[in-house]
């Protein structure tokens, strides 16, 4: 009888903690607890069984949501994917209210969650997971950096006349290989950014000046400049013709019988960063 009493309690015991192992969601709380150590140690400073510590449970318990380690660290990358993905897309707001502005949106956008999310972060880019072998973890990466890819091709076609227009992959690839240099040293959340004489959002816009400077697009923008092939807000406001030009005065008849000068042809139109080069 005290036999069956004493495994009557343990599987009370065991019930109980059972229980205990999925308070809340056990899942979430690995999520969260690993996301914690990867804030403070970075993603290869803790262990499997460190996560199920700071989680509260048994070193066992994560086995029943995470085949390993490697799995709780590409399952974090892949939410962190997705954040930035939403976060990328409401800033480039399919190219509104013009190709230029929403592109800087997005490199701002960029920028801010590796500073608002350094955790993040860190497992999207620095934990070592093999993306590749992950095809959930794959989309959602790719999803994210197709939101660039697509600043680009827009920002492609604006392309002066006369400059062969770049490849838009390219475009995308060395503007994410910028924008993530400058995140990575620069606008972290973390006691790893370095310190800079000027903003990371400056440093990223000169960077980006100059790359598209030698790719030849005009980059010495003016306030109210539209970018060739869109229309400016007063355009998009009013389709009414202009006026047509007054007669002309008697000055002008005096002069009838010279020779009109033709006007002068208009310069090229202004790439995508405002007016023509000089």
């Known amino acids: 009888a005290h036999v069956k009493a004493l495994h009557m309690s343990w599987r009370k015991d065991h019930r109980r903690a059972e229980r205990g192992y999925h308070h809340g969601n056990l899942k979430e709380a690995l999520l969260e607890a690993a996301l914690d150590l990867i804030a403070k140690k970075g993603p290869a400073g803790f262990t499997f069984a460190d996560a199920a510590r700071s989680a509260g449970v048994s070193p066992a318990a994560p086995y029943r949501h995470f085949r390993d380690r490697e799995e709780l660290l590409s399952s974090i990358a892949q939410r962190g994917f997705e954040q930035f993905e939403s976060v990328l897309s409401a800033a480039w707001d399919d190219g509104r209210p013009d190709t230029v502005t929403a592109f800087e949106r997005v490199g701002k956008a960029y920028l801010a969650y590796a500073r608002e999310e350094p955790a993040f972060y860190s497992a999207m880019f620095e934990s070592g997971v093999p993306v590749d072998s992950n095809p959930t973890l794959m989309a959602a990466s790719e999803r994210a950096f197709n939101i660039i890819r697509a600043a680009a091709e827009r920002l492609a076609a604006l392309t002066p006349p006369g400059v062969a227009r770049p490849p838009a992959l390219m475009m995308a690839l060395h503007i994410w290989s910028m924008s993530h240099g400058v ?13 800079l004489p ?5 440093l990223l816009e000169a960077g980006v000046l100059i790359y598209l400077r030698g790719l030849g697009f ?3 923008r003016r306030p109210g ?8 807000k007063s355009d998009q406001r009013s389709s009414v013709p202009p006026a047509p030009p007054p007669p002309p005065s008697s000055a002008g008849s005096a002069a009838a019988g010279k ?20």
């Open 198 to 202: 000027m903003s990371p959002e400056d």
């Open 259 to 278: 020779t009109a000068q033709p006007a002068s042809p208009p310069g090229p139109p202004p790439g995508p960063w405002g007016s023509s080069r000089k």
């Open 218 to 220: 005009p980059t010495d």
């Open 183 to 195: 995140a990575s040293l620069f606008s972290r959340g973390d006691s790893s950014r370095r310190k």
């Open 225 to 232: 400049d539209t970018a060739p092939g869109e229309k400016s």
